[in-house]
């Protein structure tokens, strides 16, 4: 997938975004509010937020903006659940781990 070309701010990641970003991560206690550090005994720290309903889902769906960015349609997550959560939100599969005994862990 190609970088986009586009500056954070016109993607709608600017100043006010820094603002809910930061609230939604201390109201979550920096913690990763994901399903799979949800059965964890501590969860992964967070670092970034995630819209539960993709935002491309939601404008197709002709939500606002206000709709996309509510405090119920995000969740903090650690950078590497909040890629697997993508991925899985695109229809990827998960990659199938090999051990070092060279069967699938």
Do not use: F
């Not at 201390?26 to 992964?44: I, N, T």
């Not at 349609?73 to 990827?92: A, D, F, M, P, W």
Request: charged share 30%; aromatic share 6%; glycine share 4%.
């Amino acid at each position: 997938m190609a970088w986009s070309k586009e500056s954070s701010s016109a993607r709608g990641y600017g100043a006010p975004w820094r603002k809910i970003r930061l609230r939604i991560l201390e109201r979550d206690h920096w913690l990763c509010q994901c399903k799979e550090c949800a059965k964890r005994l501590v969860p992964l720290p967070a670092n970034e937020v995630n819209h539960k309903t993709p935002k491309a889902e939601a404008q197709r769906l002709k939500w606002t903006q206000e709709q996309i960015d509510a405090d119920s349609n995000l969740e903090s997550v650690n950078t590497l659940c909040h890629k697997r959560i993508t991925e899985e939100q695109k229809g990827y599969r998960p990659r199938k781990v090999v051990g070092p005994d060279g069967w699938a862990a």
